[in-house]
């Protein structure tokens, strides 16, 4: 008897303490460019999941799950779909990753949310806005951010509110745009828009994105006078441009950006004086009205040393799309995870800041509410600074935009 | 017409930066006879060292040189010495060792990835910099500053090289060396001295190319790549080897990107400069100004 | 038992192997990683006809692997042809624009050729990025082409799981091996040699030299456009930025000169060592220390080239011979080479 004793409770005490460790990690595969040419968007969207998963796991993990934590695993597409493919099949059968978010890049968005599908494995996209993501008829699929044709819709409906709203019109439309599927993605569909809106198209005009010299293109837009100038470019690109146009004293009424690299960090620092009036399209800007938004924007800065982006906004916020499906799943089963994913209807709690109500995905994969601000960037006494200015409700208290800029 | 002259103005501007970035790339190539694939990486660091050193001690970004110019010198000189002297010596009787075109690409890839491991992958540029945006003004004719400044800088580096090569006695050691290896170091120089030396000077070429650069360029782990095909095509358009050649090929590559866009979409004009490449080539082996042995 | 037996065992050893690889790698990861080392192999296999054998340093080979992926995928998603007529039509478009490449480039002498053979391969980059349609042929600019997932079969060039994949690559890569082999003992390959080590010598001796290197681009050509296809059906999605890239076009010449340049058994040896040194580096330190993996993979290709700079087939074969030599209880120095190191 007291030898079964002495044996059972070391035994009853091994139960108990599997018990606990019953909570298997979720395990979430990032698929991002951490070398290469777009390392830097890399970095910013490793940072802000890495943030996201250290207040999920403080504040208890995924309950539903017995409290499993939330674990991620990166890997360098280095911006090549070939890259990017490899790393899938490996996150998928090595590493059993759970769930797979990524990859910035179209180009490698692509091929690797394939992979995820022929496998079952669900798959949040945060940024890639190539409409062509959620249009392939893919079940696992989920895009957080807005899809290009929205942005360009949004950028045409902002350029028309405020054509009303400061009584000045626009005729002229210069496009210029990385040559690269996110820029020609992006002009042919304001080709259309153009057309629709009746504006006349002036210029159209790719630029390689590994220019050194972007004067003879900005001397085209100079010459094609006109009145607004809209563009899709990388960071050193953007920030290029920027200076250039301000070197020619280009006069136009109003330049409109595409994110990307006009959104990045670096780009402020970099263009200082010249980007000033410019007019930017992104998900989210550090002055969204928004519980949450402030603290979540100062702690990333205070441990990054950078603003949220908009692009890290939408990975931040990917990872408590998932914490809420997961906990809706109560499984680790991928078909359960990406049921509970689709009937997603996220609206508040930690980690929504968001600038829109709620998060819903439509039969697509597509987030049905993902919707866009335009900022401009100007200096109100602190400094060049991002201000949201549309959509009209949104619009920064106090500040007037500046539309059209003022002759150089 | 003004458009047309302010982008031949520009492109010649530009272009001789261009030239003045390949120019370390054609001096190693007279000596060594090696294509040095780490040249854009090589620029690059020059790049970093120009931005330290304005951030750090506030000087003049032009008068940079004197800082970037020797730290270059002496990166070039050991990293010839250290990295790909064994490999000259183990390839002795081979006369274009195919083997140092990989040792450099190794290099590139160490070179753009420390690099990026230690200073993370952020656009960098000079806080507060007096040049940048700045232009001369002559009515509608608007000329860039800081490239006017990168031009004459090409200039005078390009002559001040040619003077060393043709009257100092260390120049002329070098230049025996490029055209008879085995002549030379029975004249009792030392080959791998000179390749030391012919290195250590093309990349402080290179960092004084960098220093014209960074006043309206951004510093990135990968910004020497946006220079390194363009340098292969300049020093071959110009003749490998040639110092004038490699400004003219700078120039001619640069008038191309600025003026061609004129006539059509941007993105065209690299196909202008690989055709115009290749049809050099076929027709002229030895690039305008090389001469039929390389020097 | 004599050195031939010996020879022919490990030969059969090692096809067992290959064709038995599968049964023991279950996972896919690592299967997806052997069917792209097998993929680089070939490719490394074709390019060493005219990178190898004629002794010039061609670094644009990713042009013929973009001829061959663009011109299947095209006819496959315009047209429906099967993927395997398009990979011959692939292949002798290759054919002509490498013989076509060929004429003038190989008066050159070595870096201009290696240049002019970047410039041609970057400039066809240049061009598919900047058209959306040649004639009536879909090319999408810088887009790329996606492969839609089609029935899944032989016809469609189209496969479920990874195993039909290797397999495919697999005989490719034994094929051309064998081709390989047969050329380097055929007057062809003691005439490419000859006009690669010797060119006056070779010429004065009546051989016609540019001939000879011209062959032997059409072939490397053709080969190289065949796995361009095999690369588009692998990875459902082509995009000119990744397979014109002048990485792909190094990465060949990398494996050639790692493995022994000019040797049979270089190519497979250059990929065995680089390919896992790229993909595991990268799984390793890809996500703590970013940029460490080319560190890596750039300091192997330093210390490889310094400590053999003929490749690492020359003291592979050595120690084969030696072992083969202990084995049959003879002692015969390494020196003599024949056969699998040629360089």
Redesign the interface.
């Known amino acids: 008897m007291s030898v079964f004793r002495k044996l059972a409770v070391p035994a009853l005490a091994a139960t108990l303490i599997a018990g606990s460790a019953w909570a298997e990690n979720v395990k979430i595969g990032n698929i991002i460019p951490?070398?290469g040419p777009s390392?830097t968007v890399?970095?910013q969207g490793?940072n802000a999941r890495e943030m996201a998963i250290e207040e999920i796991n403080a504040a208890g993990g995924i309950k539903s799950l017995g409290g499993a934590k939330l674990e991620l695993?990166?890997?360098?597409s280095?911006s090549?779909?070939?890259?990017g493919?490899?790393?899938a099949?490996?996150l998928?059968?090595?590493e059993k990753v759970n769930v797979l978010t990524g990859c910035w890049n179209s180009?490698v968005t692509?091929?690797t949310t394939?992979v995820a599908e022929?496998y079952g494995i669900p798959f949040v996209v945060p940024v890639s806005v190539s409409d062509?993501i959620t249009d392939?008829g893919f079940k696992t699929v989920f895009r957080i951010a807005a899809k290009d044709s929205w942005w360009t819709r949004d950028q045409f409906s902002f350029l028309k509110d405020m054509q009303e709203e400061f009584g000045t019109k626009v005729e002229k439309i210069a496009f210029v745009y990385e040559?690269?599927?996110w820029?020609?993605?992006f002009a042919g569909q304001w080709k259309e828009l153009a057309e629709k809106g009746g504006y006349q198209v002036v210029l159209d005009e790719p630029y390689?994105s590994t220019a050194t010299d972007l004067s003879p293109v900005v001397q085209k837009i100079k010459r094609s006078r006109a009145d607004v100038l809209m563009l899709v470019s990388n960071a050193a690109d953007a920030i290029l441009l920027t200076n250039t146009l301000a070197e020619y004293k280009v006069n136009l009424k109003a330049i409109i950006a595409s994110g990307g690299g006009h959104a990045d960090p670096s780009f402020l620092k970099a263009a200082g004086k010249s980007a000033q009036y410019l007019f930017d399209i992104v998900e989210w800007e550090t002055d969204v009205n928004k519980p949450g938004a402030k603290e979540a924007n100062e702690k990333y800065n205070a441990k990054y040393g950078q603003n949220l982006t908009g692009e890290a906004v939408d990975a931040y916020v990917a990872m408590y799309v998932l914490k809420d499906a997961l906990e809706r799943a109560a499984s680790l089963d991928p078909a359960k995870i990406r049921e509970a994913l689709a009937a997603t209807n996220l609206s508040d709690g930690p980690g929504m800041i968001v600038g829109y109500d709620s998060i819903k995905f439509d039969a697509t994969g597509q987030n049905e509410n993902a919707s866009l601000v335009m900022v401009q960037v100007n200096d109100t006494g602190k400094g060049l600074e991002r201000i949201t200015i549309w959509p009209k409700s949104a619009r920064r208290a106090g500040y007037t935009p500046v539309f059209p800029m003022p002759e150089k | 017409m003004l458009y047309i002259i302010e982008d031949t103005i520009n492109g010649i501007l530009m272009g001789s930066i261009y030239g003045l970035t390949a120019m370390g790339l054609t001096i190693i190539?007279g000596v060594l006879?090696?294509?040095n694939f780490a040249h854009g990486s090589m620029l690059m660091v020059g790049m970093y060292v120009t931005y330290w050193a304005v951030t750090l001690t506030g000087i003049n970004p032009y008068l940079a040189i004197v800082i970037v110019a020797p730290v270059m010198f002496f990166f070039g000189y050991y990293l010839q010495d250290i990295?790909i002297k064994?490999?000259f010596i183990?390839?002795k009787n081979v006369?274009?060792?195919?083997?140092?075109?990989?040792?450099t690409?190794?290099?590139?890839?160490?070179l753009?990835?420390?690099t990026?491991?230690i200073f993370g992958?952020q656009y960098r540029s000079l806080a507060d910099n007096p040049w940048r945006s700045k232009m001369l003004e002559f009515g509608d004719l608007f000329i860039s500053v800081p490239k006017l400044y990168g031009c004459i800088i090409a200039i005078v580096t390009a002559a001040a090289i040619y003077w060393f090569f043709q009257k100092t006695s260390m120049g002329r050691a070098i230049r025996a060396t490029s055209m008879d290896r085995e002549a030379a170091s029975l004249q009792g120089i030392n080959q791998y001295k000179i390749y030391n030396l012919a290195f250590g000077i093309g990349s402080a070429t290179a960092g004084i190319a960098a220093v014209t650069l960074v006043p309206f360029n951004n510093v990135f782990?990968t910004v020497g790549v946006l220079f390194d095909?363009k340098g292969?095509?300049i020093v071959?358009l110009g003749g490998?080897g040639s110092i004038g050649g490699a400004l003219v090929g700078g120039i001619i590559v640069g008038l191309i990107e600025s003026v061609g866009p004129q006539f059509m979409?941007a993105?065209?004009t690299?196909?202008i400069v690989?055709?115009l490449?290749?049809v050099v080539?076929?027709v002229k082996?030895s690039g305008l100004f090389g001469q039929k042995h390389d020097w | 038992m004599n050195e031939k037996q010996i020879n022919r065992l490990a030969g059969i050893g090692l096809l067992v192997i290959a064709f038995g690889l599968p049964l023991v790698v279950r996972?896919?990861?690592?299967l997806?990683?052997v069917v792209?080392l097998y993929f680089y192999a070939y490719l490394t296999t074709s390019w060493n006809l005219v990178g190898g054998f004629a002794g010039v340093?061609p670094l644009g080979h990713a042009a013929f692997v973009g001829i061959g992926a663009y011109t299947s995928t095209i006819l496959s998603l315009q047209y429906g042809i099967s993927p395997w007529l398009g990979m011959l039509v692939g292949g002798v478009i290759a054919t002509i624009v490498g013989v076509l490449i060929g004429l003038?480039?190989f008066?050159?002498?070595?870096?201009?050729f290696?240049?002019?053979t970047?410039?041609?391969a970057?400039?066809i980059r240049?061009?598919v990025?900047?058209v959306d349609y040649i004639g009536p042929l879909k090319v999408n600019?810088?887009?790329?082409l996606?492969i839609?997932?089609l029935e899944t079969g032989l016809v469609n060039y189209m496969f479920?799981s990874k195993e039909p994949y290797y397999y495919i690559i697999l005989v490719m890569l034994l094929l051309v091996l064998f081709l390989t082999w047969f050329i380097s003992r055929s007057k062809l390959g003691y005439y490419l040699n000859a006009g690669g080590e010797e060119p006056e010598a070779a010429m004065a001796l009546g051989i016609n030299v540019a001939r000879a290197k011209l062959i032997a681009m059409a072939m490397s050509s053709f080969l190289t456009a065949l796995a361009g296809t095999f690369y588009a059906q692998f990875?459902?999605?082509i995009?000119p930025?990744?397979i014109i890239s002048?990485?792909l076009s190094?990465e060949i010449?990398?494996i050639a000169?790692?493995g022994g340049?000019g040797s049979i058994a270089g190519p497979i040896l250059g990929a065995l060592l680089l390919r896992p040194v790229g993909?595991f580096s990268?799984?390793y330190f890809?996500?703590t220390?970013?940029?460490?993996?080319?560190?890596i993979?750039?300091?192997?290709?330093?210390l490889v080239?310094?400590y053999q700079?003929r490749g690492l087939q020359e003291p592979l074969t050595r120690l084969y011979k030696s072992l083969v030599a202990r084995l049959i209880g003879k002692t015969t120095g390494g020196g003599q080479e024949h056969g699998i190191a040629r360089s």
Request: without cysteine; glycine residues 8%.
């Open positions: 951490l070398s390392a890399g970095q490793k695993v990166f890997a360098d280095e090549k779909p070939e890259k493919v490899a790393e099949e490996r998928i059968n090595t180009a692509y091929p394939a022929r062509k392939q040559n690269g599927d820029g020609k993605g390689p | 190539f006879k090696v294509i990295v064994p490999i183990a390839e006369r274009e060792p195919i083997t140092v075109i990989i040792v690409t190794g290099i590139w890839y160490i753009d990835n420390l990026l491991l992958p782990p095909i292969f095509i071959v490998l979409t993105t065209w690299e196909a690989y055709g490449f290749l080539l076929f082996p | 996972s896919a990861t690592y997806h990683i792209l340093l003038p480039t008066k050159m002498r070595g870096a201009y290696a240049l002019a970047i410039a041609f970057e400039g240049v061009i990025e900047n600019g810088p887009r790329g996606q839609p997932p479920a990875s459902l999605y995009h930025k990744s002048l990485d190094f010449a990398f000169l790692i340049r993909d990268r799984i890809g996500d220390l970013p940029g460490m993996h080319l560190i993979f750039g300091l192997v290709l330093i080239m310094h700079p």
